[in-house]
């Protein structure tokens, strides 16, 4: 076989069994959040309702899937000054494979309980360490209407978190109100991107 040939017969080959086989399939996103369990350390970074100034913090998570593999446990802690001390946020998320929902209430001391739900979707799945899910609702911004969209993003030992809002107004455009940057415990720091 001359070798021109034998390069399109291979390549008819791959082609095929590319073809046959299944594609990877993504888990659900419960199935994702929950492969994220233990500590993960880092910063929060949030813009001040107030001065609207870029405001960040060292920031502590640790998360915990529970076995009927629809629920996560997420405790996060960060240092908000001496005025306010130690912040403890717990949040506890319901995921619905069905509807591709999960409900979030939140608990934290001095504050009433809120929960919310979101609808998740997964936009990117490379393997279980390396994925991104959008998650978006109704709610809130400075007290105003505002579509929400939170972005979490898991590429190996590295987390960020991205909260963005678009008030319901006409032309509003999104903007970045808060995010962290973590790294699981034990992992080296990566390398920023050039």
Do not use: C
Request: zero cysteines.
């Amino acid at each position: 076989m001359k070798p021109v040939a034998f390069f399109h017969a291979a390549a008819l080959f791959a082609g095929i069994a590319l073809a046959l086989s299944p594609a990877l399939a993504a888990p659900d996103a419960a199935a994702l959040v929950g492969g994220l369990g233990g500590r993960w350390t880092g910063t929060l970074s949030y813009r001040d309702y107030t001065s609207n100034a870029q405001e960040k913090l060292p920031m502590v998570s640790e998360v915990v899937a529970l076995p009927d593999g629809a629920t996560v446990i997420s405790i996060n802690r960060f240092a908000d000054g001496p005025k306010t001390g130690i912040v403890t946020i717990t949040d506890v998320s319901l995921f619905d494979a069905a509807t591709a929902n999960v409900t979030t209430a939140s608990f934290r001391r001095g504050k009433p309980v809120s929960s919310e739900t979101s609808a998740a979707q997964i936009a990117r799945y490379d393997d279980g360490l390396h994925w991104s899910i959008v998650y978006t609702r109704d709610g809130t911004d400075n007290d105003q209407p505002a579509l929400i969209r939170v972005t979490q993003t898991r590429d190996g030992n590295t987390l960020t978190t991205r909260s963005e809002v678009q008030p319901k107004t006409p032309q509003a455009v999104w903007t970045l109100r808060s995010g962290t940057d973590l790294v699981r415990d034990g992992a080296a720091v990566p390398e920023k991107k050039r």
